[in-house]
């Protein structure tokens, strides 16, 4: 079984910037064989795949309401997936979550399957964004 452990949530003002880890505990094998996913959800709002990181070639998706802010990226060797968010909007506001046990990055885009059947979620960091 594989833990993924979020963190560097908090309040940021418009504009400014976080950066985001998803570290893999326990069976981290596990992200050897799958792609990882990040989603947002806002108080009120569904669930929202904001980008993806494929385990193969590296190619990533980003949603096109974070394209050109966030940048998705990964550390094999610390398990460990990230995401550098720059120039955060309000409506950025939402406790994001890292997700695995898929391939194709075409899931987290909604374009296929479903986000409910994905096993491994993390418990989610909170990130608002206000002045």
């Known amino acids: 079984q594989v833990q993924l452990v979020e963190s560097g949530g908090g309040l940021v003002q418009p504009g400014g910037s976080l950066r985001l880890s998803c570290e893999g505990r326990g069976a981290t094998h596990i992200l050897d064989e799958y792609s990882i996913g990040w989603f947002r959800q806002a108080p009120g709002k569904e669930r929202e795949g904001v980008s993806c990181?494929?385990?193969?070639?590296?190619?990533?998706y980003y949603a096109d309401s974070v394209k050109g802010r966030f940048t998705i990226s990964r550390d094999n060797a610390k398990k460990t997936v990230f995401l550098q968010m720059t120039n955060l909007k309000p409506e950025d506001t939402a406790v994001y979550y890292c997700a695995t046990d898929f391939l194709d990055c075409r899931v987290v885009a909604g374009e296929i399957g479903s986000a409910r059947d994905i096993h491994y979620w993390g418990q989610g960091t909170q990130v608002t964004v206000s002045s």
């Open positions: 990181i494929k385990r193969d070639d590296g190619d990533t």
